[in-house]
Structure formats: C-alpha cells, structure tokens
C-alpha cells in the first residue's frame, strides 16, 4: 500500500511517499526556519501564508522524485493536528483535493502518531514499545501496543521540553530555534557547575515540568548579571541540560519496570539531543533495554511519519471523510476514538 503523507503543521511543508509504513519511496521537505528566525520563532500567519505557497510544488516533486502519479497512491494522509491551526489548514485543505480529484481514501492523522511512526521507518523497529515522545510541543511517555494504539502513562504539565531548550537558548542570546545550539555548548560546558532543579523527580506519576527549571535558569543569569559577573554560558547550557535528562532517563526507566517492556523509542525533534542520546545509550549497555532513536531527519516535523502511522490505521479500516477539520489541539486519546 502506497500512502501519501502530508505535514503543515508547524514550519516544514513536507510530503512523502511511503510504502506500506516502512519503505520511503521519496520525500520533499521545504523548511521555513530561515523566514521565522528573524522574528525569534514560528510566525503563525508568515507559516501558513509560506505553506500556501509552498504546497503544491512539493507534492508535485515527491511525484516527479519517486517516478509516480496521484494514480499510483492507495490513499493520502494528511497531519490533522495539533499543530498551528492555520498551517494545519493549509494541508488538510491540499489532502482534500488530492482526495477528491482521485477518488482515493483521505486519512487524517494525529502529529504525535506520526512522531512515533517515524521510528518503523527503514527499520525494523515494531510495537509494542515504549514511547518517550520529546519534541517542540510535548513531553510524553506512551505505551504504543501491537495495533499501534497508544496509552498515555504521563506528559508535560507546563512547558515541553523542546520549548524549554528554545526559551533557555533565547534567555543566553542564541537566534531561533535555540535547542540544537544549547546542546552544542553543552557539550562544552560542566554539567555539575550549577544545582538546577529536577522537577517532580519524587513523584509517582509519569508527569514532566520544566517550566521551574526554565525560570532557576533565568534567576541565576539574572542574578550573574546584576552583580555583573561573568557567565560560563556553557556551563549554564550543561547544568540545563543533565537537569532536563535526568528527569527524562528516570521516569523512562520506571515506565520501563513497571511496563515490563524492553524497547524505548526517543521520538520528536529533541531525540536530536547529543546529551539524551548518550544517556539513553549508557542506560541500553547498563539494563539491555533496546533504545532506539529513529534518523535524525525523521526527529522533526516530516511527511514519512505522517505516511507510516496512516498505514497502520489504513490496515485496521481507519479512514476520515472530506469533512475532516484541522484541529490546533487534539489529544491522542481523542483521535484514537475517531
Ligand atoms: P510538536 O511535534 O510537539 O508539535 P514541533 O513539531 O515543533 O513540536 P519538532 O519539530 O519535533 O517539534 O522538534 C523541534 C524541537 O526540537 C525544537 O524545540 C528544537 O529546539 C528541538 N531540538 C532540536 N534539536 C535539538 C537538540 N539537539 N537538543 C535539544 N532540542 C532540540
Ligand atoms: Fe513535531
Ligand atoms: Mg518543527
């Protein structure tokens, strides 16, 4: 089954072609971050003006690149949110069209499905697994069983953690998005230079916030500043930084124990993380649990996942119809109802 992907949720216009979830015949990505750098993040209606008009020639490309037609596709999915509801509309609307004109199943999918999808790409990776999901917009940690079907065991009650590595990059100076560059200065700095707090480390429940550790970040700067003392910025980057994986390594390996499952996938644009990834590689050597973090190119918003979690819905009878809406929130559990 051949599936065109679709994905204009955030800044990446991107589609794919993708065979039966797993094999990428193609894929074209038109990136916006240049535009959006200069106002210091995503400018929702600049995103959704570019993927007007940037739509239609990616789709066009994905064919030309892959040497096929609408004609050869068995269906077209599009990214149905969350996302910006104004991007999400530019691709739903496209999706629809495509549908339209050949008569082909429309499929809407959910932006985190398609996050976790991306690490059965090329790869021999299959549920069930636990699914640390690390991105711009969420921290969540799911069990993704054999129908791919998901439940929620925690996530975020503040800020993601992508979010907190872009707003502690814009509290030093560093231009949008400022997450890969905190990391790089990380691995320059004393992750032990400064004591940042670990949010909820003592609780239970499989919750995650970093909007405190954010704010300790702000007051030490601040403070550095106003007595006009020198800041190790890469310190700060790597105090930060094992504050924030910390965090993430041990409510993964209770979800593991209490799961009994043996394979974690680190999915989203922050799986992209040097410090995260090497934890994660120290934890599979010390416990055996396999970790797996899907390439680097389908970490961020792309049109494969899209295409690939469209196929495991596709296999069980999912399909939307033309009224299919964009939706700028939309939780799993919602869209699993669907
Ligand atoms: P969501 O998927 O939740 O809607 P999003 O699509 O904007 O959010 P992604 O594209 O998956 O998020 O990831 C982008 C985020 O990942 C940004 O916040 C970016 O700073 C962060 N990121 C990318 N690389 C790294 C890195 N090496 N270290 C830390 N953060 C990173
Ligand atoms: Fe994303
Ligand atoms: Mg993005």
């Known amino acids: 089954m051949?599936?065109?992907?679709?994905?204009?949720?955030?800044?990446?216009?991107?589609a794919a072609l993708v065979r039966d979830g797993r094999n990428l015949l193609a894929e074209v990505t038109a990136t916006q971050m240049e535009v959006h750098a200069a106002f210091g993040g995503v400018v929702p209606e600049v995103a959704s003006r570019r993927h007007v008009t940037d739509i239609t020639r990616v789709v066009d490309k994905v064919f030309v690149d892959a040497g096929l037609t609408l004609g050869d596709v068995d269906a077209i999915a599009v990214t149905c949110g969350?996302?910006?509801?104004?991007?999400?509309?530019?691709?739903?609307?496209?999706?629809?069209?495509?549908?339209l004109a050949s008569g082909k199943p429309l499929?809407?999918?959910?932006?985190?499905?398609?996050h976790v999808?991306?690490?059965?790409?090329?790869?021999?990776?299959?549920?069930?697994?636990?699914?640390?999901?690390?991105?711009?917009?969420?921290?969540?940690?799911?069990?993704?069983?054999?129908?791919?079907?998901?439940?929620?065991?925690?996530?975020?009650?503040?800020?993601?953690?992508?979010?907190?590595f872009d707003k502690v990059g814009r509290l030093i100076g560093l231009a949008y998005p400022g997450g890969p560059k905190?990391?790089?200065?990380?691995?320059?700095?004393?992750?032990?230079?400064?004591?940042?707090?670990?949010?909820?480390l003592d609780d239970g429940a499989y919750d995650f916030s970093f909007s405190g550790l954010k704010s300790a970040v702000n007051n030490e700067l601040t403070k550095r500043r106003n007595r006009r003392e020198e800041i190790q910025v890469a310190d700060v980057c790597a105090s930060f930084r094992a504050a924030v994986?910390?965090?993430?390594?041990?409510?993964?390996?209770?979800?593991?124990?209490?799961?009994?499952?043996?394979?974690?996938?680190?999915?989203?644009?922050?799986?992209?993380?040097?410090?995260?990834?090497s934890a994660m590689q120290t934890y599979q050597q010390s416990t055996g649990v396999r970790v797996v973090f899907p390439p680097l190119?389908?970490?961020?918003?792309?049109?494969?996942?899209?295409?690939?979690?469209?196929?495991?819905?596709?296999?069980?009878?999912?399909?939307?119809?033309?009224?299919?809406?964009?939706y700028a929130q939309l939780s799993l559990d919602t869209w699993q109802t669907w």
């Open 245 to 277: 994986i910390d965090v993430l390594m041990d409510k993964t390996a209770r979800a593991v124990e209490e799961t009994g499952l043996r394979q974690v996938v680190v999915a989203g644009g922050v799986a992209a993380n040097r410090g995260l990834r």
């Open 297 to 326: 190119k389908w970490c961020t918003d792309n049109a494969a996942m899209i295409a690939s979690a469209a196929f495991y819905k596709a296999v069980q009878g999912f399909q939307s119809d033309l009224s299919l809406n964009a």
């Open 82 to 99: 969350p996302g910006l509801l104004g991007s999400l509309l530019v691709g739903v609307s496209a999706a629809k069209g495509y549908a």
């Open 182 to 200: 905190v990391d790089r200065l990380a691995d320059e700095g004393n992750p032990h230079a400064y004591e940042f707090p670990r949010a909820l």
């Open 2 to 14: 051949i599936i065109l992907g679709i994905e204009t949720s955030c800044d990446e216009t991107s």
């Open 117 to 164: 999808a991306a690490a059965t790409i090329e790869s021999d990776v299959r549920p069930p697994f636990l699914c640390l999901v690390v991105s711009g917009g969420h921290t969540e940690l799911l069990v993704v069983d054999e129908a791919f079907r998901f439940t929620k065991l925690g996530g975020t009650r503040d800020d993601a953690a992508g979010e907190a």
């Open 107 to 114: 499929l809407g999918i959910h932006h985190i499905a398609g």
